[in-house]
């Protein structure tokens, strides 16, 4: 059967030019801290990846550290907020705000909770309609006290782009640093972190066409930091633990292709998505786009189908060879409405009904129209098996 792979926020398919660059690295086995020659050669390879990553977000080599995941750098730079040494935050644990917003990533919303638990004030922003946070009322949030404000650049389930700039002013304007969850936006949209003027910055492999299981994240230099991961001098002393070389190569190269392909890519999803949402529109009754096209990522289309579920329709996609999302990877195994749409303020009848299309480089117009013709078939059947659905099927 043919299979249709519209899930690249989820992960996308390793490209085959970092496949190969792995490749040819994996005989090179020492440790890179080692000084004998098979550790250079593994110490080369790492400081190559780093400077590739760092030329992807016009950043210094030595501001782009190595982990093991978006969600492990998400982790590090939120534990700044209860760290005490005095080179670590900018206030003290006991005064010290996070403020975020309530439609991040779980890694960000969890770690937020288990701060909140341990004495750390959390304040939390809302989003309008479009998904997009309310400045006015971040503006309100932060205080003298606040020492982090945590704000992701590119939704994971709308693909609503965010105004990071506006909210690193506001947070700069009350002394606080200023963080940026772009696990979804480094490698699809140009950026540069010194005309940003970030302070952090998180980067994933793996929604770029690179391995799991790596990432990175981009510390401006001076900024206060305290490692999460100790025991070692590795990274530069801001994350223990010996480096993996093969997955950093990968993310090296990786990064390398986005500087090459990313422009490209950006204008022929442009068309696809475009295609893809006005065949659903014309094809299909009492929908809901939860992506708006002027604030949202040329390559993710949420949208809601009133009276089915939303798992449902997955499975029958599925069944036919398409691949797609109800929401985020990361909460996939919940029944619960995604609280991204919850807090959009969607119609309750559209919440649970959500489907998250996420294109990428291999995505051609024949799947598209190959979606477009299935799925109306199976919305069709699955209102007709409804018990809540009254609408024209």
């Known amino acids: 059967m043919q299979r249709i792979y519209l899930d690249h926020n989820a992960t996308t398919p390793l490209h085959p030019e970092v496949k190969r660059a792995i490749i040819e690295s994996i005989e090179v086995f020492g440790n890179p801290s080692s000084l004998h020659e098979d550790g250079r050669q593994a110490r080369v390879l790492i400081e190559t990846a780093r400077e590739k990553v760092a030329a992807l977000i016009n950043a210094d080599p030595d501001e782009i550290m190595f982990v093991g995941s978006g969600s492990e750098a998400n982790n590090t730079v939120l534990s700044l907020v209860s760290c005490s040494g005095a080179r670590c935050s900018l206030h003290s644990p006991v005064d010290s705000d996070l403020v975020t917003s309530t439609i991040e990533h779980p890694c960000i919303l969890e770690t937020s909770k288990c701060l909140e638990n341990k004495g750390t004030k959390v304040k939390r ?21 606040t020492s982090l404000v945590s704000i992701m650049m ?102 390398e292709l986005r500087t090459e392909e990313m422009g490209t890519e950006a204008k022929r999803l442009v068309e696809l998505n475009l295609m893809l949402r006005s065949g659903i529109e014309s094809r299909i009754n009492n929908i809901h786009f939860n992506s708006d096209p002027d604030c949202c990522l040329h390559s993710t289309l949420n949208v ?17 060879g398409v691949e797609v ?22 119609p309750i ?10 294109m990428g480089r291999s995505t051609s117009r024949e799947e598209i129209d190959y979606v477009l013709n299935v799925l109306p078939e199976i919305v069709k059947k699955l209102r007709g098996m409804s018990t809540v659905y009254g609408g024209k099927l």
């Not at 309310?134 to 309100?140: A, N, T, W």
Request: net charge negative.
């Open 325 to 346: 999302s109800t929401g985020s990877a990361c909460a996939s195994g919940s029944l619960d409405p995604s609280h991204v749409l919850l807090e959009m303020e969607l």
């Open 304 to 320: 809601s189908f009133e009276g089915i579920e939303g798992e449902a329709l997955l499975l029958y996609l599925d069944n036919e």
């Open 125 to 145: 922003v809302g989003v309008d309609s479009r998904g997009l946070v309310k400045m006015d009322d971040l503006e309100q949030a932060v205080s003298e006290k």
């Open 154 to 255: 590119v939704n994971n389930e709308t693909g609503a782009v965010q105004d990071v700039k506006r909210a690193l002013e506001v947070a700069h304007a009350s002394g606080a640093m200023f963080h940026t969850d772009a696990v979804q936006a480094v490698g699809k949209l140009p950026l540069d972190v010194k005309k940003l003027d970030v302070d952090f910055l998180t980067i994933s492999a793996h929604k770029m066409y690179g391995p799991k299981g790596v990432g990175a994240l981009y510390v401006k230099k001076g900024t206060p930091f305290c490692p999460l991961i100790r025991g070692g001098h590795q990274e530069m002393g801001r994350r223990a633990g010996t480096e993996n070389t093969l997955g950093i190569v990968g993310l090296g190269r990786a990064a």
């Open 349 to 358: 009848e559209f919440t649970h009904g959500s489907l998250r299309m996420s």
